[in-house]
């Protein structure tokens, strides 16, 4: 069973991201406050669960939690200010659609950028730790595979239905035979030169 929170003084609201080291597509981040006495046996991280089971826990989540919200940087967005600081932008835009404001931010991962001076933590893989992150991730995963699979309908030849977005073999050799689309990260190295070595 995931911990509850970080602290019980402060609104908190857990955060984790999805997309970040896709090639193509947004990075999406979501943020999640429960009440004090949610707890949930099977809620967890994103990744140790399978696609029905997380739309499953979606729904939980989106019916139990006080707030959640989610939000997207766009890969145009995504090269101009790099992945990095476009994870953080993504967390604060969801924190900003909080209809119950944060008080204290609880963060997966080891950075980041502070937010309306609120205090915050970073735990190391948090999003098996603690149900609020796990929450997070779950969001952040489904709404991006979501819009991923709304994408693919019109650039099938990139196989984004099965990976959306990330660097499989199939997907670099997509793009080398046909180019990056308008939603492929310009800044990222979408195409391997070593890739003919792997095949």
Same mark, same amino acid.
């Given at each position: 069973?995931?911990?509850?929170?970080?602290?019980? %003084?402060?609104?908190?609201? $857990?955060?984790?991201?999805?997309?970040? $080291?896709?090639?193509?597509? &947004?990075?999406?981040?979501?943020?999640v406050v429960f009440g004090p006495e949610f707890r949930h046996e099977i809620l967890n991280d994103s990744k140790k669960l399978n696609a029905?089971?997380?739309?499953?826990?979606?729904?939980?989540?989106?019916?139990?939690?006080?707030?959640?919200?989610?939000? %997207?940087?766009?890969?145009?967005?995504?090269?101009?200010?790099?992945? !990095?600081?476009?994870?953080?932008?993504?967390?604060?835009?969801?924190?900003?659609?909080?209809?119950?404001?944060?008080?204290?931010?609880?963060?997966?991962?080891?950075?980041?950028?502070?937010?309306?001076?609120l205090p915050f933590e970073c735990i190391v893989k948090g999003d098996g730790k603690y149900l609020s992150i796990a929450a997070a991730s779950?969001?952040?995963?489904?709404?991006?595979?979501?819009?991923?699979?709304?994408?693919? !309908?019109? /650039?099938? %030849?990139?196989?984004?239905?099965?990976?959306? $977005?990330? &660097?499989?073999?199939?997907?670099?050799?997509?793009?080398?035979?046909? $180019?990056?689309? &308008?939603?492929?990260?310009?800044? /990222?190295?979408?195409?391997?030169? %070593?890739?003919?070595?792997?095949?």
């Amino acid at each position: 069973m995931l911990l509850s929170s970080f602290q019980n %003084q402060l609104i908190e609201a $857990g955060c984790d991201e999805a997309g970040r $080291g896709c090639l193509a597509g &947004p990075v999406f981040a979501a943020a999640v406050v429960f009440g004090p006495e949610f707890r949930h046996e099977i809620l967890n991280d994103s990744k140790k669960l399978n696609a029905a089971q997380r739309y499953v826990l979606r729904e939980i989540i989106e019916q139990e939690a006080i707030a959640f919200a989610v939000a %997207q940087v766009e890969a145009e967005e995504i090269d101009r200010i790099n992945i !990095l600081n476009a994870s953080f932008l993504a967390m604060h835009r969801a924190l900003d659609k909080l209809t119950t404001r944060a008080e204290f931010v609880l963060i997966d991962g080891n950075r980041f950028r502070p937010y309306q001076n609120l205090p915050f933590e970073c735990i190391v893989k948090g999003d098996g730790k603690y149900l609020s992150i796990a929450a997070a991730s779950i969001l952040a995963k489904t709404y991006r595979d979501d819009y991923m699979d709304r994408l693919a !309908l019109d /650039f099938p %030849q990139y196989d984004w239905l099965c990976n959306k $977005g990330y &660097p499989t073999v199939k997907h670099r050799k997509a793009i080398l035979e046909y $180019g990056i689309s &308008p939603h492929h990260r310009k800044s /990222f190295r979408v195409s391997d030169p %070593q890739l003919m070595l792997a095949l």
